[in-house]
């Protein structure tokens, strides 16, 4: 994985020079997490791909479901699901359409959509045996609205189609150890794993949160921790700044020069539920209020290149210039093989002699040059592949830059209190 910043004249590198020094002291705490077996402090997250027991737990548990898994129907909300959904549709549910694969599917319940659940009935109608189900409910508190609600209506079809016995076999279960979501599943016999207490749902993609479902739909989840455990490795280098620190002091430097929209580019279109990761991943860190009242924040946008330019590019050049870009490739994955014929009815000069990998490079390199032209403030990360491997290592730099982002904006990276202004007001509602 490669990063390359890009200066313009309201955001120069000697700019961010101070902010890296601020963050120096930090790098140290964030090294010490990483020896932090027993979780007491939340950067401790930096810890969860190294926890070979947790991993030695989880692959021994879910290895009865390895075979004869078809469908994995996966129930959380926010960080307790979006980084699973990454993860399948970078590396398959993108092609799935056009693959005759036998590797098992994901359905993912986030809100609660009538329309998907009616659909699972039909599902079960069409399984021959409870075994090619698994269920997999993910809540850290338990209590989950969205979560609970659609888990007790897809438990009740799995009961009414298999009977209660087997979909409690079918069942998995992450939450925190004592949440009161455990403590029914424990009694119903329910596999379970637990979430470290101190790490948060958004947080969570190295712990059970996201290796059960990866394990199960057949992924690298090895490899998955090998990149993660390289870039929080780096990420944590008290001897030079890491690419995480140099991220979130050019980004707090733009934040500083006016800039409010953060806007993940991505162009690969298997990585668009990636750009959604981490949209929850900085809007749910950032945007808060400091101690002294005052609110800061950027608002996470996700692009797909070159499909996003033809609407809003006129925005981007010509509009307000308030954001702050970071182009997400893997050329690697551009290139097909395919050459433009010079016989097709659909034909441009410049496609002749070329492969489709060069549009699309070509297209790539215009709009960095066309935004280093109208000094708009961007920086690039190129992956080395659209793998296990590299996902993990990009997930876990992100996650260390939006740690080194909270300290510079002085927020808690860790606590989202303002969601619980609209959960009060459902509750309320169903309540009364």
């Known amino acids: 994985m490669q990063i390359q910043t890009h200066s313009t004249p309201s955001i120069s590198e000697g700019m961010v020079i101070s902010h890296l020094r601020m963050l120096a002291p930090y790098t140290e705490k964030l090294q010490k ?10 950067e401790a997250l930096l810890r969860t791909p190294f926890d070979t027991e947790v991993l030695e737990t989880i692959c021994k548990n879910t290895e009865r479901f390895s075979e004869k898994t078809k469908t994995v129907l996966l129930v959380g909300i926010g960080g307790s699901y979006m980084g699973t959904c990454a993860l399948y549709d970078a590396l398959r549910g993108h092609m799935e359409h056009f693959q005759g694969t036998p590797a098992p599917k994901l359905v993912a319940f986030a809100t609660v959509d009538p329309h998907v659940l009616n659909s699972i009935t039909e599902l079960l109608a069409k399984c021959s045996s409870a075994e ?12 989950t609205t969205e979560s609970l609600a659609n888990a007790n209506i897809l438990f009740s079809q799995f009961a009414e189609r298999f009977g209660n016995e087997s979909a409690n076999r079918q069942t998995i279960v992450i939450s925190d150890a004592n949440s009161p979501l455990t403590k029914r599943a424990v009694e119903q016999g329910m596999l379970t794993f637990p979430i ?19 394990r199960i739909l057949g992924f690298d989840i090895h490899a998955f921790l090998k990149g993660a455990q390289e870039a929080f490795t780096a990420s944590t280098n008290t001897k030079k700044a890491s690419g995480a620190a140099v991220l979130a002091s050019f980004l707090f430097e733009a934040y500083l020069q006016g800039a409010r929209v953060h806007e993940l580019f991505m162009w690969n279109p298997e990585l668009e539920t990636l750009g959604k990761w981490y949209s929850q991943l900085l809007a749910e860190s950032i945007g808060k209020e400091r101690d002294d009242g005052t609110a800061v924040g950027f608002t996470p946008t996700v692009a797909l290149g070159s499909t996003d330019l033809h609407s809003i590019g006129q925005l981007i050049f010509g509009g307000r210039n308030d954001r702050y870009t970071t182009f997400v490739s893997a050329p ?11 016989d097709s009815p659909f034909v441009l000069p410049v496609f002749e002699g070329k492969e489709d990998g060069k549009v699309t490079r070509a297209m790539y390199e215009g709009v960095r040059n066309a935004y280093a032209t109208h000094d708009l403030p961007f920086v690039s990360i190129e992956l080395a592949s659209v793998s296990e491997r590299e996902l993990g290592a990009f997930m876990a730099l992100q996650m260390t830059t939006i740690l080194f982002l909270a300290q510079l904006f002085d927020v808690n990276a860790f606590d989202q209190p303002s969601v619980e202004k609209y959960k009060n007001e459902v509750r309320r509602l169903l309540t009364s």
């Open 33 to 42: 997490a990483l020896e932090d077996n027993d979780y007491t402090l939340p």
């Open 132 to 143: 090619e189900i698994v269920l997999i409910v993910i809540s850290k508190s338990g209590t």
């Open 196 to 214: 470290p207490a101190r790490v948060g749902g958004r947080y969570s993609i190295f712990t059970a949160v996201g290796l059960v479902p990866l």
């Open 332 to 342: 690697t994955a551009w290139e097909s093989g395919h050459r433009f014929s010079s």
